[in-house]
Protein backbone atom coordinates (compact mmCIF):
# COMPACT_ATOMS: atom_id res chain seq x y z
CA UNK A 1 0.00 0.00 0.00
CA UNK A 2 1.15 3.31 -0.68
CA UNK A 3 0.47 6.01 2.41
CA UNK A 4 0.73 9.93 0.61
CA UNK A 5 0.79 12.48 3.12
CA UNK A 6 1.40 16.48 2.96
CA UNK A 7 5.22 17.17 2.11
CA UNK A 8 7.07 20.06 3.58
CA UNK A 9 6.36 23.09 1.99
CA UNK A 10 8.00 24.88 -0.72
CA UNK A 11 8.02 29.05 -1.47
CA UNK A 12 8.51 30.71 -4.81
CA UNK A 13 10.82 33.59 -4.71
CA UNK A 14 9.06 36.83 -3.48
CA UNK A 15 8.20 38.38 -6.16
CA UNK A 16 5.50 40.48 -5.11
CA UNK A 17 6.44 44.19 -5.65
CA UNK A 18 6.76 46.35 -2.03
CA UNK A 19 3.87 47.71 -2.11
CA UNK A 20 2.41 45.14 -1.69
CA UNK A 21 -0.05 44.40 -4.12
CA UNK A 22 0.49 40.58 -5.52
CA UNK A 23 0.51 37.94 -2.67
CA UNK A 24 3.27 35.50 -2.65
CA UNK A 25 2.96 32.50 -4.29
CA UNK A 26 3.08 29.51 -2.40
CA UNK A 27 2.42 25.58 -2.84
CA UNK A 28 3.07 22.20 -1.70
CA UNK A 29 3.54 18.65 -2.80
CA UNK A 30 2.83 15.14 -1.04
CA UNK A 31 5.67 12.43 -0.92
CA UNK A 32 4.70 9.44 -0.74
CA UNK A 33 5.63 6.72 1.97
CA UNK A 34 5.46 3.04 0.97
CA UNK A 35 4.57 0.50 3.90
CA UNK A 36 3.52 -3.34 4.06
CA UNK A 37 0.14 -4.58 4.64
CA UNK A 38 0.07 -8.44 6.22
CA UNK A 39 -3.06 -10.09 4.31
CA UNK A 40 -4.56 -12.26 6.48
CA UNK A 41 -4.34 -15.77 4.65
CA UNK A 42 -7.81 -17.30 4.41
CA UNK A 43 -6.87 -21.01 4.69
CA UNK A 44 -6.21 -20.44 8.48
CA UNK A 45 -9.80 -19.83 8.73
CA UNK A 46 -10.39 -22.85 7.16
CA UNK A 47 -7.56 -25.10 9.85
CA UNK A 48 -8.94 -22.99 12.70
CA UNK A 49 -12.41 -23.85 12.32
CA UNK A 50 -11.98 -27.40 11.22
CA UNK A 51 -9.72 -28.35 13.91
CA UNK A 52 -12.23 -26.30 16.56
CA UNK A 53 -15.27 -28.22 15.25
CA UNK A 54 -13.58 -31.52 15.62
CA UNK A 55 -12.42 -30.64 19.18
CA UNK A 56 -16.60 -29.91 19.78
CA UNK A 57 -17.63 -33.14 17.71
CA UNK A 58 -15.19 -35.12 20.27
CA UNK A 59 -16.22 -33.22 23.29
CA UNK A 60 -19.72 -34.19 23.61
CA UNK A 61 -21.28 -31.30 24.82
CA UNK A 62 -21.88 -29.45 21.36
CA UNK A 63 -25.51 -29.63 20.36
CA UNK A 64 -25.33 -28.72 16.79
CA UNK A 65 -28.17 -27.10 15.31
CA UNK A 66 -30.90 -26.56 18.45
CA UNK A 67 -33.04 -24.04 18.78
CA UNK A 68 -33.06 -21.29 21.83
CA UNK A 69 -36.30 -23.48 23.20
CA UNK A 70 -34.77 -26.33 22.53
CA UNK A 71 -31.46 -25.57 24.50
CA UNK A 72 -33.42 -23.51 27.44
CA UNK A 73 -35.72 -26.55 27.63
CA UNK A 74 -32.33 -29.07 28.51
CA UNK A 75 -30.77 -26.96 30.62
CA UNK A 76 -34.15 -25.61 32.63
CA UNK A 77 -33.99 -28.97 35.28
CA UNK A 78 -30.04 -28.29 35.35
CA UNK A 79 -27.99 -26.68 37.91
CA UNK A 80 -26.67 -23.16 37.79
CA UNK A 81 -23.59 -23.33 35.94
CA UNK A 82 -24.03 -25.87 33.67
CA UNK A 83 -24.03 -25.36 29.87
CA UNK A 84 -23.30 -26.35 26.43
CA UNK A 85 -22.16 -24.96 22.79
CA UNK A 86 -24.68 -24.92 19.79
CA UNK A 87 -24.76 -23.34 16.25
CA UNK A 88 -26.05 -20.03 16.21
CA UNK A 89 -29.26 -18.58 14.62
CA UNK A 90 -27.29 -15.59 14.45
CA UNK A 91 -26.24 -14.84 10.86
CA UNK A 92 -23.38 -13.43 11.97
CA UNK A 93 -22.30 -15.35 14.28
CA UNK A 94 -21.05 -19.30 14.47
CA UNK A 95 -21.64 -20.55 18.10
CA UNK A 96 -23.43 -19.77 20.88
CA UNK A 97 -23.03 -20.64 24.54
CA UNK A 98 -26.15 -21.72 26.50
CA UNK A 99 -25.18 -21.78 30.24
CA UNK A 100 -28.29 -22.16 33.24
CA UNK A 101 -27.68 -18.62 35.39
CA UNK A 102 -29.17 -18.33 38.96
CA UNK A 103 -32.19 -16.35 36.90
CA UNK A 104 -32.31 -19.20 34.44
CA UNK A 105 -30.88 -20.15 31.18
CA UNK A 106 -29.20 -17.41 28.80
CA UNK A 107 -27.30 -16.99 25.99
CA UNK A 108 -24.07 -15.68 24.81
CA UNK A 109 -22.62 -15.70 21.45
CA UNK A 110 -19.46 -16.11 20.23
CA UNK A 111 -17.41 -14.26 18.38
CA UNK A 112 -14.59 -15.55 16.02
CA UNK A 113 -11.93 -13.04 13.96
CA UNK A 114 -8.21 -14.07 12.77
CA UNK A 115 -8.73 -17.87 14.02
CA UNK A 116 -9.24 -16.66 17.44
CA UNK A 117 -12.81 -17.34 19.44
CA UNK A 118 -14.04 -14.98 22.13
CA UNK A 119 -17.16 -14.10 24.14
CA UNK A 120 -19.72 -11.40 23.42
CA UNK A 121 -20.47 -9.31 25.89
CA UNK A 122 -21.72 -5.60 25.99
CA UNK A 123 -20.18 -4.98 29.28
CA UNK A 124 -17.32 -2.34 30.13
CA UNK A 125 -15.23 -4.88 30.31
CA UNK A 126 -15.68 -6.38 26.88
CA UNK A 127 -12.54 -5.03 25.26
CA UNK A 128 -10.34 -7.43 27.95
CA UNK A 129 -11.89 -10.33 27.35
CA UNK A 130 -9.27 -12.94 26.35
CA UNK A 131 -9.52 -14.93 23.17
CA UNK A 132 -8.37 -18.82 22.17
CA UNK A 133 -8.13 -20.81 19.50
CA UNK A 134 -10.96 -23.02 20.42
CA UNK A 135 -14.12 -23.19 22.27
CA UNK A 136 -12.74 -26.36 24.60
CA UNK A 137 -9.92 -23.59 26.06
CA UNK A 138 -12.59 -20.90 26.21
CA UNK A 139 -14.88 -22.88 28.24
CA UNK A 140 -11.94 -24.55 30.18
CA UNK A 141 -10.66 -21.27 30.98
CA UNK A 142 -13.86 -19.98 32.09
CA UNK A 143 -14.28 -23.12 34.07
CA UNK A 144 -11.02 -22.59 35.53
CA UNK A 145 -11.80 -19.35 36.77
CA UNK A 146 -15.03 -19.85 38.73
CA UNK A 147 -13.66 -23.06 39.97
CA UNK A 148 -11.55 -20.86 42.72
CA UNK A 149 -12.35 -20.14 46.47
CA UNK A 150 -15.36 -17.34 45.64
CA UNK A 151 -14.96 -13.60 45.47
CA UNK A 152 -11.13 -14.46 45.14
CA UNK A 153 -9.80 -12.36 42.20
CA UNK A 154 -6.91 -13.40 39.70
CA UNK A 155 -5.43 -11.65 36.85
CA UNK A 156 -6.54 -14.62 34.59
CA UNK A 157 -10.37 -14.11 35.19
CA UNK A 158 -12.36 -12.20 33.24
CA UNK A 159 -15.93 -11.07 33.96
CA UNK A 160 -18.63 -12.45 31.61
CA UNK A 161 -22.10 -10.62 31.51
CA UNK A 162 -24.63 -11.85 29.57
CA UNK A 163 -25.05 -9.47 26.41
CA UNK A 164 -28.61 -8.05 27.67
CA UNK A 165 -29.89 -4.66 28.88
CA UNK A 166 -27.68 -3.07 32.47
CA UNK A 167 -30.40 -3.67 34.43
CA UNK A 168 -30.91 -7.12 33.61
CA UNK A 169 -27.43 -8.03 33.37
CA UNK A 170 -26.39 -11.61 34.60
CA UNK A 171 -22.54 -13.08 35.83
CA UNK A 172 -22.43 -16.19 34.10
CA UNK A 173 -20.38 -18.80 35.94
CA UNK A 174 -19.43 -22.07 34.04
CA UNK A 175 -19.34 -25.38 35.88
CA UNK A 176 -19.81 -28.25 34.13
CA UNK A 177 -20.92 -29.27 30.28
CA UNK A 178 -24.23 -31.41 29.57
CA UNK A 179 -23.52 -33.67 27.12
CA UNK A 180 -25.87 -34.97 24.39
CA UNK A 181 -28.13 -38.08 25.58
CA UNK A 182 -26.64 -40.10 22.33
CA UNK A 183 -22.46 -38.59 22.94
CA UNK A 184 -22.34 -39.55 26.23
CA UNK A 185 -18.70 -40.02 26.72
CA UNK A 186 -16.82 -43.29 26.30
CA UNK A 187 -14.31 -44.78 29.07
CA UNK A 188 -11.58 -43.69 26.64
CA UNK A 189 -12.28 -40.43 26.82
CA UNK A 190 -13.19 -40.23 29.94
CA UNK A 191 -9.81 -41.50 31.04
CA UNK A 192 -8.03 -39.12 28.72
CA UNK A 193 -10.28 -36.46 30.86
CA UNK A 194 -8.54 -37.30 33.74
CA UNK A 195 -5.10 -37.86 32.41
CA UNK A 196 -5.34 -34.42 30.99
CA UNK A 197 -6.28 -32.83 34.21
CA UNK A 198 -3.22 -34.59 36.11
CA UNK A 199 -1.05 -34.24 33.20
CA UNK A 200 1.00 -31.06 32.31
CA UNK A 201 2.97 -32.75 29.39
CA UNK A 202 1.16 -36.07 27.83
CA UNK A 203 4.08 -36.26 25.11
CA UNK A 204 6.32 -37.25 28.04
CA UNK A 205 4.51 -40.25 29.42
CA UNK A 206 5.66 -43.86 28.57
CA UNK A 207 2.84 -44.56 26.51
CA UNK A 208 2.97 -46.57 22.85
CA UNK A 209 2.88 -43.54 20.56
CA UNK A 210 -0.84 -44.59 19.21
CA UNK A 211 -2.42 -43.90 22.76
CA UNK A 212 0.15 -40.78 23.08
CA UNK A 213 -2.21 -39.87 19.90
CA UNK A 214 -5.23 -40.34 21.30
CA UNK A 215 -4.35 -37.85 24.51
CA UNK A 216 -2.83 -35.44 21.68
CA UNK A 217 -6.47 -35.20 19.41
CA UNK A 218 -8.41 -34.04 22.81
CA UNK A 219 -5.99 -32.07 24.77
CA UNK A 220 -8.61 -30.75 27.28
CA UNK A 221 -9.71 -31.21 30.55
CA UNK A 222 -13.62 -30.97 29.54
Known sequence: MILCVQGPRA?????????GRFPVVTFSSPRCIHTTVTLWDPSKDFRAISENFS???????????ISVCEAHSVLQGASEGTFLIRDSSHPLYMLTLSVKTGRGPTNVRIEYSLGRFRLDSSSPARSRLQSFPDIPSLVQHY???RSKEEGEKTEESDPIISPT???????????????RPQAFPSLQHLTRLVINKNTQSTERLPLPRPLLQYLQDYPFQL
Open 11 to 19: HLPDTSDPT
Open 55 to 65: YLDASGWYWGA
Open 165 to 179: PKECAVLLKLKKPIH
Open 143 to 145: VGS
